[in-house]
């Protein structure tokens, strides 16, 4: 096993903000939908909501995510 330095810590570190600095809106909309469902089913878990409450809340969230990549900000050619 090797043992990495902290240069190299750091490095990998800088190397995962640029992946994540590199995505696009449209990418950053593709990840915000599933994430609002599965914030939907843990907060229906933990909270004392229903499960359908939740999931409405996950659809608008998901919905307004589409509408703001499709309408508000379409993709330009380029």
């Known amino acids: 096993m090797t043992r990495q330095t902290h240069h190299q810590r ?3 570190s800088i190397e995962r903000f640029m992946v994540l600095a590199s995505l696009s809106r449209y990418d950053l909309v593709l990840w915000a939908i599933p994430a609002a469902f599965l914030l939907a089913f843990v907060a229906s878990n933990a909270l ?21 990549a499709v309408a508000l900000n379409p993709p330009r050619p380029s």
């Open 10 to 12: 750091t490095w990998c």
């Open 48 to 68: 004392a909501i229903g499960v359908q409450t939740a999931l409405v809340g996950a659809a608008l969230v998901g919905a307004l995510a589409v509408a703001d």
